[in-house]
């Protein structure tokens, strides 16, 4: 397995677990009280870093930074690209749509913006997870919206469907 | 029957006060508005009454009655600043714990408060009012540009606008009126001189409500993004013996001139020539307070529970000492590589870090689920040393030991947090207030090389999952979870 960790929008890429493994492979994981994963090497010097991994969403702890972000698998690439374009065209906190940008049909690039949203008295832009497709708008201006409340269907380019 | 305070407040603030609360043999009350069922102050708290929102003041004070409540503490934002609800305190023949209700409408007021500080002979910004129906350009002309326009009724950016030139001046009074109207009920503004690159200074003090007062020093505050502040310090870096003398002796003025009874912030922008500028003053116990109570080791909500209790006892009477340096960064649950926006969700594991001058005044704990119904604030860290960069040293080593993890997206700001504590300018103490915006506005995630590797090889060897191996494993052989007949290896659980 490799994949793509995407934290904060920014993609980054994983090594396959063999190339991992190969090179650290004179290293021991052990596992500590307090949740924290230490590899120790042979030279006697450690590093130590805590995760959490739950339906498709990585947490990890390392060198006194914490990265949030979603896990991708590179086998699963399909399923998992709609599963992320459908976490990032859904509302995630009550908001109002003050403007919608584009129309049925229109094809995007990764990044462009779909759909500006007022929330918590600031505003945020939607952009296109991915190059596709809109296909179906379906929030109008002005409407209020609750967490969980899609905005729009979207195609990602080479046929996975989001919605 | 012992005593019994309500906190008419939530999550950190009032899990703070709570421990004075016990700490003093005092009964502790809270109350738990819709959205907040799994909030820690619920967990600590004596006893939990449900009211429908923590402004509702007919039902805080129902709860107080209810629960014979004596003492009603209200925190910082929420009721803390309003005159209507000390009244209405008062008026059930309960005690309010702060200032009195006309010292509130008066010193509450911007415009009110600045007109105290001319009579106190404390300097402000040229200011204006903007008179209904009379010559705003004449009065701008007064005040000199660039200036600012803002809302008397309200802050936190709301009616505010900066005007550069004269042209543009009634376009941005409109807009700026109209704003004021939607976020306070009141479209009245005032102009304001703007100082470029201000620090902002605030001096905390304490005053026995009959002209008595002191104060317990100063915090620099400039450290904000739009007017929400992320890292406060005691005392503030370079500034000179004169301009903090100067700053006290304006705090107390004002104090002891209006009567003012317990803990308040009177904050003032610094130029780069060392000249003060009162703003306005906060009647109420700040945020920021942790950085005061470890120079001066005073329990400030100790004292405003003492005078309470006894208002006849003196309390805080004289200036404490002040030693050391104590910096506190906010932890909220937002992205700043993300334009800030808020990152909800449940956090699966906590670890707060523990040590000599640590101090962690926290909102939330591990199993529970963080909305984006109330402030993004999670929890304060506060640390304090011997002196300034010592203090710096160990708000790396905190941030560096703090893991907040959890799953359905959330995050929080700690990396940016701990980027600051890095640059160059934060660890000189050179900084404005209009520093993060200028400097921090493109903040961005980078995970090298190498951290991808141990993430890579963490993952394979199945950590991090709910059924995660218990026992050591090499590289080389992995040891096959028990759970692995369960789930396919690399699939996501």
Known sequence: MSGIYKVSGKKFALPTSQEASRSLSEARWVVRPGGWLVLEFPDGTRRRLALHEARGQLAVAINGRLYSGVINEESRHRGTEKAEADADLTAQFPGKVRKVLVSAGAKVAEGDSLVLVEAMKMEFTIKAPADGKVTKILVTEGQQLSPGDRFLDFEVNGGASGG | ?493
């Open chain 2, 1 to 493: 029957m012992k005593q019994k305070v309500l906190v008419a407040n939530r999550a950190e603030i009032a899990c703070r006060i709570f421990q004075t609360c016990r700490e003093m043999g005092l009964g502790t009350v809270a109350i738990a508005a819709p959205g907040d069922e799994e909030a820690r102050h619920l967990t600590y708290a004596d006893e939990v009454h449900r009211v429908p929102g923590y402004l509702d003041i007919p039902a805080i004070i129902e709860v107080a009655k209810r629960s014979r409540a004596q003492l009603i503490h209200p925190g910082y934002g929420f009721l803390s600043e309003r005159p209507a609800f000390v009244k209405a305190v008062e008026k059930a023949g309960l005690i309010f714990v702060g200032p009195r209700a006309d010292t509130m409408e008066l010193m509450g007021g911007k415009i009110s408060a600045k007109e105290i500080a001319a009579r106190e002979k404390v300097p402000t910004l040229p200011w204006a009012k903007v008179p209904a129906g009379g010559d705003i350009k004449a009065a701008a002309k007064q005040v000199g540009f660039p200036l600012l326009l803002k809302a008397s009724a309200g802050g936190g950016g709301k009616g505010m606008r900066r005007v550069d030139r004269l042209q543009d001046l009634e376009a941005a009074a409109e807009s700026a009126s109209a704003e004021a109207v939607s976020a306070f009920g009141d479209g009245t503004l005032f102009l304001e001189r703007l100082v470029e690159k201000p620090r902002h200074i605030e001096v905390q003090v304490f005053g026995d409500g009959k002209g008595g007062g002191i104060h317990l020093y100063d915090r620099e505050c400039s450290l904000q993004r739009r007017h929400q502040k992320v890292w406060e310090e005691a005392t503030a870096p370079h500034l000179t013996g004169a301009t903090r003398e100067g700053l006290y002796e304006a705090a107390i003025r004002l104090v002891r001139g209006v009567k003012y009874r317990s803990a308040g912030t009177l904050e003032f922008l610094v130029d780069a020539d060392g000249k003060f500028y009162f703003l306005e003053m906060n009647t109420r116990l700040q945020v920021e307070h942790p950085v005061t109570e470890c120079v001066t080791g005073v329990d400030l909500v100790w004292a405003q529970l003492a005078q309470a209790q006894d208002t006849e006892e003196a309390i805080l009477t004289d200036v404490p000492a002040a030693r050391g340096h104590a910096i506190e960064v906010r932890l909220y649950a937002e992205d700043p590589a993300q334009g800030f926006i808020p990152t909800p969700g449940r956090i699966e594991k906590l670890r707060w870090p523990t040590g000599p001058g640590i101090r962690v005044d926290s909102g939330i704990e591990e199993g529970q689920t963080v909305g984006t119904q109330f402030d993004s604030m999670i929890g304060k860290l506060i640390v304090f040393a011997q002196n300034r960069d010592h203090a710096l040293a160990r708000l790396r080593y905190s941030l560096d030991e703090t893991v907040i993890l959890g799953s359905a997206g959330f995050g929080t700001n700690q990396n940016y947090l701990r980027a600051l504590a890095d640059h160059s300018s934060v660890k000189e103490g050179r900084v404005d207030t209009g520093f993060l915006e200028r400097e921090f506005g493109n903040f961005a995630p980078s995970l090298s090389e190498e951290e991808l590797r141990l993430i890579a090889a963490a993952r394979a060897g199945g950590f991090g999952k709910a059924c995660a191996p218990a026992a050591a494993v090499s590289g080389k052989a992995a040891i096959p979870s028990p759970w692995s007949a369960f789930y396919k290896p690399g699939s996501s659980a």
